[in-house]
């Protein structure tokens, strides 16, 4: 039983899948076009890049240090390494309700998207006018039993998938899942640049114009790589307590880093030549993969195919992420609370669901149910955004750079010594200068008002 608890990932393969999984999800395909197109573009993308690999790899590695140092869940990972330090406690605290809340309302977005598939199949959309298509979103998003749906429904295949366990539920489907979801990103992108008209849409993702770059954008980029490389919440503690013991931790992070902004850069490959080919506007906000892409796949040839992989995409994307909220949430449950694992799934997912039929309801019954004029999903949202992410990585980077011995940190990065780690200094000062002050700047500009 013991045992069995703390099985981990089979292969170093298995570990980057499955976080990789984490990564790319809703935020890199969904989230990541629509900011680059509301922040200009290619400038945007660079500065989002350096971001990444600067800070996020950095970031990455602390949490895998965590997770397989202590072997533990988030809140028993702090226990664990500062067990005389009560007050770290919470910010584990902090990690699990985030872990609730972006559970809840990714879910709602992911059930949509679900439906989507469905509706592209049946070819829905073909042959509507752009404003039949908005409404059509409307009216379904509105409605109050259909996203709830679909909603239950995704959250049910989670748990499907958590209940089995580290090795043949999570890593077994992310080997799986992670390669077909590139080859369908591939495929997209080639029906993409093969269209007419295609080269502005590659001009706009990848020529840096500078003048189109504000503070704010600079701000959101890297609001951007933190949501996008799952930060500041403990999954990667979670997945890092799974991570073998003769794994690189560098390298996997990475791994990890590379894998998610190549989907990120593939999803805007797919996105921007087709928006710029069909005459639509790339700037369009969150509706742009709901509201826009399904006009732009009703121009081209073999449309409902390419609609219908697309939101198969973006399912299978948003699946794997969602999979691993779940786990950060059943791990601490099994560890902490002593539950059996098939109770702790079907508690978890029976919370998270309560709370996702409040979120989807704000787009219909409840709408006008507003705190601090937010509707419950909005809040949600931004309270872990611009709160709870920022918060929760800027504590887990002090925790490992300060708190933690630095002969233990380096002990994992050199995997006991076995392991050059030359580049242990320039880490160690990230995480201890860099990294914290990057922090504070996103959480003061995030309270002020900036939207992240
Ligand atoms: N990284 C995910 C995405 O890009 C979203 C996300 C943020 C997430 N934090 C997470 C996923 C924690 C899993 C766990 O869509």
Redesign the pocket.
């Known amino acids: 039983m013991e045992n069995e608890k703390r099985a981990g990932f089979t292969s170093s393969f298995g570990a980057v899948a499955a976080a990789a999984g984490?990564?790319?999800?809703?935020?890199?395909i969904w989230?990541f076009p629509y900011t680059v197109g509301q922040y200009g573009g290619g400038a945007f993308l660079l500065i989002y890049i350096i971001f990444v690999f600067l800070l996020g790899v950095p970031l990455i590695m602390s949490e895998f240090i965590m997770g397989r140092r202590s072997g533990r869940n988030v809140l028993g990972a702090f226990r664990t390494l500062a067990p005389q330090r009560k007050a770290w406690q919470s910010v584990g605290w902090l990690a699990i309700l985030s872990?609730f809340l972006?559970f809840s309302f990714?879910s709602v977005v992911a059930g949509w998207t679900f439906n989507y598939i469905i509706l592209a199949g049946a070819g829905k959309f073909e042959g509507q006018s752009s404003e039949a298509i908005a409404q059509i979103f409307s009216n379904f998003t509105t409605n109050t039993w259909s996203p709830i749906f679909y909603l239950g429904l995704f959250i049910f295949f989670t748990a499907l998938v958590v209940v089995k366990g580290v090795q043949k539920g999570i890593e077994k489907t992310c080997k799986v899942l992670m390669p077909i979801l590139l080859l369908l990103m591939i495929l997209l992108c080639v029906r993409s640049i093969t269209l007419d008209g295609a080269s502005k849409g590659l001009d706009f993702l990848f020529k840096p114009d500078f003048s189109a770059l504000t503070a704010q954008g600079v701000l959101s980029a890297l609001g951007q790589a933190l949501?996008?490389?799952?930060?500041?919440?403990g999954?990667l503690v979670t997945y890092g307590s799974y991570v073998r013991k003769e794994d690189n931790l560098l390298k996997t992070s990475v791994s990890i880093a590379a894998a998610d902004t190549l989907i990120a850069v593939l999803a805007g490959v797919a996105i921007f030549p087709a928006v710029f080919a069909f005459g639509m506007n790339p700037a369009s906000g969150p509706s742009l993969v709901y509201e826009v892409l399904p006009n732009v796949f009703n121009s081209m040839p073999l449309g409902i195919v390419f609609a219908t992989l697309f939101f198969v995409l973006l399912t299978i994307?948003?699946l794997t992420?969602?999979i691993?909220?779940l786990e950060?949430l059943v791990a601490w449950a099994v560890e902490e609370l002593h539950m059996k694992r098939i109770i702790a799934t079907v508690f978890c997912a029976a919370v998270v669901f309560a709370i996702g039929v409040l979120c989807s309801l704000s787009f219909g019954a409840l709408h006008d149910f507003t705190i601090c004029g937010q509707t419950i999903f909005g809040l949600f949202d931004k309270l872990t955004a611009t709160y709870f992410?920022p918060i929760g990585a800027l504590a887990l980077t002090l925790f490992v750079g300060w708190q933690l011995p630095s002969a233990d940190s380096r002990d994992e990065l050199s995997n006991g010594g076995a392991l050059k780690c030359s580049y242990y200094k320039i880490w160690l000062f990230t995480v201890r200068y860099l990294a914290p002050i990057a922090l504070v700047i996103i959480l003061i500009a995030g309270s002020l008002g900036a939207e992240m």
């Not at 949501?227 to 919440?233: H, I, K």
């Open positions: 984490s990564a790319i999800g809703l935020g890199n989230r872990s972006i990714y949501f996008s490389l799952s930060l500041g919440m999954c994307a948003a992420s969602t691993s909220l950060i992410m």
